[in-house]
């Protein structure tokens, strides 16, 4: 299975979403909903979406939500860090 991701101009928008959700955490429910009703109504119809695809947007959105978690507590990036050191060294 081959994964894809930030393939079209709707990535920027999961990433966007991912961002947003960080300070209001509904967007996460509303984006896994939306989601899962996409891949099913898409597997019906003539350009069936991949399931790469659908794992490709959830990791769009999961970027952005870990890249604004990070810029908004300073500290997690530190731990990040500690953690990253700790595994090399």
Not at 3 to 18: C, N, P, Y
Not at 70 to 89: D, Y
């Amino acid at each position: 299975m081959r994964i894809v991701v930030f393939d079209d101009r709707r990535s920027l928008a999961h990433l966007g979403l991912g961002i947003l959700s960080v300070m209001w955490p509904w967007i996460w429910i509303v984006f896994s909903i939306y989601e899962m009703v996409e891949f099913c109504l898409k597997r019906r119809k003539k350009r069936r979406e991949k399931i790469g695809e659908f794992i490709g947007d959830l990791v769009e959105f999961l970027v952005g939500a870990g890249v604004a978690g990070m810029l908004l507590c300073p500290s997690s990036i530190l731990g990040i860090a500690g953690i990253v050191v700790g595994v090399l060294g």
